[in-house]
C-alpha cells in the first residue's frame, strides 16, 4: 500500500511551469520572425540599440521595433522565470522540515539563469554581426531549456511512474541523440541559406543542397527509431512517443514543401515552430522512460513490457 503524499507546492506553480514552456518556444518563434524579416541587426548594436540610445529611433524603421520588441519579449519571459523560481521556493520552505524535494527548485533555477544568459548570447550574435555558429548556438540553448522545462511539467504532474525496461531506456536515449542531430544539423542547414537575418550577414559556407541531404538522413533515422520505441513501449505509456512521431512527420511535410519553394518565410516559420515542439515532445519521450518519484511515496513497480498474443 503507497503512502499518502500531502502535496504543499503553491498551486501557482504548476501554471508557471505551463508558462515557462510556452513563453521559451513563443521566444523561439519571435526570434525566428526577427531572422526572416531581416530584423536581425534592426537595433545594431547591444545591450543598448544604438550607441546613444537603449530604444530604436525613427531611422531604424520596422526592423528596428522588431528586433526591439523580441528583446522586449526576454524581460516577459525573465519576469515568469523569476515568478515560477519564486514558487518553487516556497513549495521547498515548506517541506524543510520533511522529505525535500529539491528536483522543481533546481530545475525552476536552471530555467531563470537560463533567461540571462541567452541574452548574452543573444547579443553576442549581434555584436558579432549575426555570426552564423552563434546563432545557430543561440537557438540550440532555447531548444534545450525547453526540454528542461519539460522536465519541470513532468516532475510537478505526480504521481509516481515506473521506469521502463533497460532496452526501452536505451532506445528512447537513442531516439533523443538522434533528436538532437537533427535540430544541430537543421541549424547548420539555416546558417548555409538565405535567411541570415540581415542583408549583410555572413554564411557559413557550407553546401546547402549537401546539407539538406543529411539532414534528411538524420530524419529518416530519428522517424525509424521513434517507430521502434513506440513498438517497444508497453500500450498504454506509448502516448509520448504517438505525439513525438505525429509531430515528425508533420515536420517533415513543412520541409520537404519549404525546400522545394525556396524556403518561404511563413513555412521556415512555420518549420522552426515544428523544431520547438519536436524538442519538448522527445524530451518527454525520454522521461516517460525513466521513472518518477515523488518524495515520500512509495516505488512503483516496473513498467510490463508490451505482449503479443499468439
Request: glycine content about 10%; aromatic content about 8%; charged content about 10%.
Amino acid at each position: 500500500m503507497g503512502v499518502t503524499v500531502t502535496d504543499t507546492r503553491p498551486r501557482a506553480l504548476f501554471p508557471l511551469a505551463v508558462a515557462n514552456l510556452v513563453a521559451n518556444i513563443g521566444i523561439v518563434v519571435t526570434g525566428g520572425a526577427v531572422r526572416l524579416t531581416g530584423s536581425g541587426l534592426g537595433c545594431p548594436t547591444w545591450p543598448r540599440c544604438t550607441d546613444r540610445s537603449y530604444v530604436p529611433h525613427g531611422e531604424l524603421g520596422v526592423h528596428g521595433a522588431i528586433e526591439f520588441g523580441n528583446r522586449m519579449l526576454t524581460f516577459v519571459l525573465a519576469a515568469i522565470a523569476i515568478a515560477c523560481w519564486v514558487a518553487a521556493l516556497v513549495a521547498l520552505v515548506r517541506t524543510w522540515r520533511r522529505s525535500r524535494d529539491w528536483a522543481p527548485f533546481w530545475l525552476a533555477t536552471v530555467i531563470a539563469l537560463g533567461v540571462p544568459a541567452q541574452a548574452v548570447i543573444g547579443g553576442i550574435t549581434v555584436l558579432t554581426d549575426l555570426n552564423p555558429w552563434i546563432v545557430s548556438l543561440h537557438l540550440l540553448v532555447s531548444m534545450a531549456m525547453i526540454g528542461v522545462c519539460v522536465w519541470l511539467l513532468d516532475l510537478l504532474r505526480g504521481p509516481s511512474r515506473a521506469a521502463a525496461s533497460r532496452g526501452t531506456r536505451s532506445l528512447a536515449w537513442a531516439v533523443f541523440a538522434v533528436g538532437w542531430a537533427v535540430l544541430y544539423v537543421g541549424t547548420i542547414v539555416t546558417g548555409s541559406g538565405p535567411h541570415a537575418g540581415d542583408v549583410d550577414s555572413p554564411r557559413n559556407g557550407l553546401d546547402p543542397l549537401q546539407l539538406s541531404q543529411f539532414h534528411a538522413d538524420l530524419v529518416f533515422l530519428f522517424v525509424g527509431l521513434t517507430v521502434g520505441l513506440a513498438y517497444a513501449f508497453p500500450r498504454g505509456a506509448r502516448r509520448p512517443v504517438i505525439v513525438l512521431l505525429a509531430l515528425q512527420l508533420a515536420q517533415g511535410v513543412v520541409g520537404f514543401v519549404q525546400y522545394y519553394t525556396d524556403l518561404p518565410i511563413l513555412l521556415v516559420g512555420l518549420h522552426l515552430l515544428g523544431a520547438a515542439l519536436v524538442s519538448a515532445a522527445m524530451s518527454w519521450v525520454l522521461l516517460a522512460a525513466h521513472g518518477r518519484s515523488r518524495a515520500g511515496a512509495e516505488a512503483p513497480a516496473p513498467m510490463a513490457a508490451p505482449t503479443t498474443v499468439s
